[in-house]
């Protein structure tokens, strides 16, 4: 597997945006993995990425190894299976990657560097792409899972320099990604004149997650300059998601 990182920066320089389905394992069904994986590759997605805020069962390595066996049957160049943990024990050196979050959105010090000291003898021992994502919540009607699992309050969507500030900060720190999220199933998406804000004022490579719903929704994010969409429940819960014109 070719560094993933660089294929990222590389995406972004030709203007190729990209896009990660996310699997939550708590809400797969093994049994139904090779549908779901020919699904993934009939789709436009990049990346494949695993994770939720309260993995509790321990069917990642499974979980992962079911992807590669399906993928290596369809035949096509295997997507590349991102980490997107919610805390160190969802770490499989099955994986290609990880995105090393933290929360810097939140004041929570767990979630900011604790986590992540916790998980370091562990990824010590796996060859696991270490990509560095500076994380913001953002406000997006109900409480979200991450809002309540990190115990962190999101941003305020309507304060975009705001958001940017604390994005600048995060790329300052050395992040090499930042991560927009208005958390899994949100009742809003990260607002467009906010990604616009901080793609147009960052130079590293912009996620956008959280509440996207239709194929619209992930042209916006693209045209306002987000480099990578996330899309987690619309393909969950119908995986020809991809195939409606809208
Ligand atoms: C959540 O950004 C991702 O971490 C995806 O969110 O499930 O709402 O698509 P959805």
Redesign the pocket.
Known sequence: MTNIYNAILQAKTENRKLLAI?L?PDKIDLNKMDYLIQKIYQSPATHI?I?G?QVQNNILDELILTIRQNSTLIGQDALPIVL?PGNPSQISANADAILFLSLISGRNSDYLITHQINAVPILKKTQLEIISTGYLLIESGDETA?ARVSNTKPLDRNNSDYVMHTAQAGEMLGHKLI?L??????KQ?IPIEMIKKVSNNIEIPLI??????DLQGIQNAYEAGADLV???????NDPDFFNHSN
């Open positions: 996310l939550d990425f994770g805020s997107f991450v991560y999220e208005a958390g899994s199933g949100a998406a956008v997650g959280g509440g996207i719903i996330v899309i987690g429940t619309a393909f969950e």
